[in-house]
């Protein structure tokens, strides 16, 4: 019997979930940021509408927050994934 769920079960009765096991790292976590795309939905930088979802979140940002001089999207230098945004203050 196999449960479709997120959990592994290890050699000494605990439960861990996927991504967090052994083999979920072999399989796409990457090295530099430590997502794993396979785990979770991620915005990336080559995805046209993940980019617009970024630039329309910038957009709305600066027009609600006038005292904020920039808003930045840092990405992952490895598998091009969104970690956060860098805004500078007036």
Same mark, same amino acid.
């Given at each position: 019997?196999?449960?479709?769920d ?6 000494? &009765?605990s439960?861990?979930? !996927? ?6 790292? !072999?399989? &796409? ?6 997502e794993? &795309? ?6 990336y930088?080559?995805n ?24 930045t999207?840092?990405?992952c &230098?490895t ?12």
């Amino acid at each position: 019997m196999t449960f479709k769920d997120k959990l592994v079960r290890q050699k000494d &009765g605990s439960y861990i979930l !996927k991504s967090k096991s052994k083999k979920a790292k !072999k399989e &796409g976590v990457c090295i530099e940021c430590g997502e794993n &795309g396979l785990a979770r939905d991620l915005m990336y930088q080559y995805n046209t509408e993940d980019m617009l979802m970024v630039r329309n979140h910038i957009e709305n940002h600066l027009f609600m927050h006038p005292k904020h001089k920039s808003v930045t999207p840092e990405w992952c &230098g490895t598998c091009k994934t969104f970690k956060r945004y860098l805004v500078k203050i007036v």
